[in-house]
Every structure is written in structure tokens, then in C-alpha cells.
């Protein structure tokens, strides 16, 4: 006995579904609803049409990631990046503006600090405008 294809209309959502069914009547797969009769076979058909020629893609294995290619030039380039960094100041990495803004720190007066980063300005509401009286004529 082979497989066969079950088409349904649910009574309480009025939608339809199909399901293929097995030789002995277990579901092997289920559609989602559809809105129309139409919707539905026409999913069906596009099932019954890629389902062929389907290949198997196996998602149960956790990906090996591919190791990074890195080339001897852009090895040495990091290299170089880093040891100038660690030189400029307590081995960290600092940006053009952190390094500008510590010029601009040393140049200042001893009162104030120089902030190194931007911060955006307090969303505040609308303050309500006062309604002025209407004038007398």
C-alpha cells in the first residue's frame, strides 16, 4: 500500500492543512494552515515538486569553524600594530582620539579633565509652553 497525502479543513478555524501519511497511516509530515483550499495545494504541489530532488542537510552536528588564513604580511602587521600600541601607553590599545584627547589633557589647565569619550546628550520632554490670555479689544 503506498504513502498517501491527506488534505483537511479544520472546522473551528475554517483553515486548511495537509499531511503525507505513511503506508500504515502514521504522519510523517504535517503542513501549516492555510487560509484557502488554493493556498494549500498549491504548497502541496511545491512540496510534491522540491521533495524529489531534496537533499539532506544535517544541522544535528555542531559546525566546525574553518581556521583563519592569515598571510605572513598581515601577521606582521599586527604584530607591529600591537608592540606600537603596547609602547604608547600601559600595553592597551588606544584609538586617535584617546590619543588626542591625552594631548589635549596634558596641554590643559590643571583645573579640568578631558573627557575621551562623547556622550550623548539626556533625551528630556517637552516642556508644556504656557498659554498666554487672549487680549481684550
Do not use: C, H, W
Request: hydrophobic residues 35%.
Amino acid at each position: 500500500m503506498p504513502s498517501k497525502v491527506l488534505l483537511q479543513k479544520n472546522t473551528r478555524t475554517g483553515k486548511f492543512r495537509f499531511s503525507l501519511l505513511s503506508a500504515r497511516g502514521q504522519v510523517i509530515v504535517a503542513s501549516e494552515p492555510y487560509e484557502s483550499k488554493r493556498g494549500a495545494m498549491a504548497a502541496l504541489n511545491a512540496f510534491r515538486k522540491n521533495a524529489a530532488d531534496a537533499i539532506l542537510v544535517d544541522e544535528t552536528e555542531p559546525k566546525q569553524p574553518a581556521p583563519a588564513k592569515k598571510t605572513a604580511a598581515r601577521a606582521a602587521k599586527t604584530t607591529a600594530s600591537r608592540a606600537a600600541a603596547a609602547v604608547e601607553g600601559n600595553g592597551r590599545r588606544t584609538t586617535r582620539r584617546a590619543t588626542a584627547a591625552r594631548s589635549d589633557a596634558a596641554s590643559a589647565p590643571a583645573k579640568t579633565t578631558a573627557k575621551t569619550t562623547a556622550r550623548r546628550p539626556r533625551r528630556t520632554e517637552p516642556q508644556p509652553q504656557p498659554v498666554a490670555a487672549p487680549e481684550e479689544s
